[in-house]
């Protein structure tokens, strides 16, 4: 019990000492920047990042050349592990691309 007394002192001394700054205008000058700032136009952000799209899809073309790609598909349908990965990888992308153009709200 005496250690909350003890804060409660010190927080008594604190607020007594420290200098007392008025709330005058406060409000109107935090809305006044936040006006000043423009957000980012809307072409502009869908350009930045099909930007870094573009450049994923060329660093990984690098790192798996095309024709090793083309080598990698299976010439017979076998249902498998890897085809139900497969299709769980493409339902994964599919909710993340819809989820993604719910959340922009602006298409």
Do not use: H
């Amino acid at each position: 019990m005496k250690q909350s007394t003890d804060i409660e002192n010190l927080f008594n001394q604190a607020r007594n000492s420290e200098p007392y700054f008025s709330n005058r205008r406060f409000g109107s000058r935090v809305l006044t920047v936040i006006k000043l700032q423009e957000p980012v136009p809307f072409w502009k952000e869908v350009t930045i990042e099909m930007l870094g799209a573009l450049i994923g899809c060329a660093l990984a073309y690098s790192f798996f050349p095309f024709n090793d790609l083309i080598a990698g598909i299976p010439t017979k349908f076998v249902i498998g592990p890897s085809v139900l990965l497969s299709i769980a990888g493409v339902i994964s992308c599919t909710c993340a691309i819809a989820y993604w153009t719910a959340e922009r709200s602006r298409l």
